[in-house]
C-alpha cells in the first residue's frame, strides 16, 4: 500500500525527550526549589560564616585582621560574660518547669467539659500570639514600674511595693514571669495530648478506687509523657533565645542581672560592631542548647512512655 506523500511525521530530538524525562520525574524538586534557595542563602550560609567568624577578629566596618581562638579564650576570661551565660541558665531553668507546669495544670482543667470552656482557651491562648511583641513588653514595664499598676494596687492597701525592675533581687523574676504567662502555645499541645487518653482508663481506675490524684500521676502522665518531652526541649530551646523582654523592660539591668547572652550578642554585633565575638558567644550558645537537647533525647529512655514498641 503506498503511503500519502503529504504526511510528514515529527521527530523529537533525544536531547528534548531526556530533558522532558527528567522533569518529569523530577518535578517535586522545582516546587521546593524556592524554599530550598532561601534556605542556602538566609540560613546555611549565614550558619556557616557565623562560624568562620567566630574564629576571627571580624569587624563590622573594618574586616578581619587575625584568625584564632582569642574570641572564645575572651568569653572564658570576661566575668561580665560568664555572668550572662549564669544569668541565662538560670532564667531557662526557672521559666520551662514553671512553664510547662501551668500549662499542663490549666490544660488539665480546661479539659473537663464546663460551661464556656471553648471562651476559656481562647483567653489562656492569646497571650502566647501577643506575648513576642514589642508592645506587650513595653505594657509589662508599665505595670511593673515604680508607680505602676501593681504597686498602686498595692498601695491601696497600705503595702509599699517593691522597686520591682531596678531591683536584683526582683528584676529577673518580673522577666520571668512575662515567660511563665505565655504558656498558651503549650497548653494547646497538652490539650490535644489530653483529648488522647481513652476514657475508659480512667473508669477502670475509678472503679478500683484510684481519686482523681492518682489517676493523674498514674495514667495522665505517663500516657502524655511524648508530649511533654516534646514541650521540654521546644521551651528550653527558646528559653536559651529570649531577647524582646530583658532588652525592652530592664535593658539587662540592673547591675547585669537580666542580661541574657542573647542581649550580648546583639550588644557586641551591633553596638560594639565585634561581630566574631559576637558569632563566638552565638556558638557557644547553641552548642549549650545541642548538648541540653542531646540529654534530654538521651534520658527519654527512663521516663518517656511510648504505647509502641516502634517508639521506643
Known amino acids: 500500500m503506498a503511503k500519502n506523500a503529504n504526511t510528514t511525521t515529527t521527530v523529537v530530538p533525544k536531547q528534548n525527550r531526556g530533558f522532558k524525562k527528567f522533569l518529569k520525574d523530577n518535578i517535586g524538586f522545582f516546587f521546593i526549589l524556592p524554599w530550598l534557595i532561601g534556605f542556602i542563602i538566609f540560613k546555611l550560609y549565614p550558619f556557616g560564616s557565623s562560624l568562620v567568624y567566630s574564629f576571627s577578629d571580624y569587624h563590622l566596618f573594618n574586616g578581619i585582621s587575625k584568625f584564632g581562638i582569642m574570641n572564645y579564650t575572651d568569653i572564658f576570661s570576661d566575668a561580665k560574660i560568664m555572668k550572662a551565660f549564669k544569668v ?4 531557662a531553668f526557672l521559666t520551662v518547669p514553671l512553664k510547662l507546669t501551668a500549662a499542663l495544670f490549666i490544660a488539665y482543667i ?4 464546663i460551661k464556656g470552656v471553648n471562651f476559656f482557651r481562647t483567653a489562656y491562648y492569646i497571650p502566647s500570639i501577643l506575648g513576642g511583641s514589642i508592645a506587650i513588653a513595653v505594657l509589662w514595664k508599665a505595670i511593673f514600674r515604680n508607680e505602676g499598676l ?4 498595692l498601695g491601696y492597701f497600705g503595702i509599699a511595693g517593691p522597686n520591682w525592675l531596678s531591683d536584683t533581687k526582683w528584676a529577673l523574676f518580673i522577666i520571668c514571669l512575662l515567660r511563665i504567662w505565655q504558656f498558651g502555645s ?3 499541645i497538652f490539650l490535644a495530648a489530653l483529648k488522647g487518653v481513652s476514657g475508659d482508663l480512667y473508669e477502670a481506675a475509678a472503679i478500683d478506687g484510684a481519686g482523681k490524684w492518682r489517676q493523674f500521676f498514674s495514667i495522665t502522665i505517663p500516657l502524655i509523657t511524648p508530649v511533654i518531652f516534646y514541650n521540654l526541649v521546644t521551651q528550653l530551646c527558646q528559653a536559651f533565645q529570649e531577647f524582646n523582654g530583658p532588652f525592652v523592660i530592664t535593658k539587662g539591668g540592673p547591675r547585669g542581672s537580666t542580661t541574657l547572652i ?8 551591633f553596638k560594639s560592631y565585634q561581630m566574631g565575638l559576637a558569632s563566638a558567644m552565638a556558638w557557644l550558645m547553641f552548642i549549650i542548647v545541642m548538648v541540653l537537647t542531646i540529654i534530654a533525647f538521651i534520658s527519654q529512655k527512663h521516663w518517656v512512655y511510648y504505647s509502641d ?3 521506643r
Open 262 to 269: 542573647s542581649l550580648l550578642v546583639y550588644s557586641n554585633a
Open 88 to 91: 541565662t541558665f538560670k532564667y
Open 309 to 311: 514498641e516502634e517508639g
Open 150 to 153: 501593681i504597686n498602686t494596687l
Open 186 to 188: 503549650a497548653m494547646v
Open 110 to 113: 480546661l479539659n473537663f467539659k
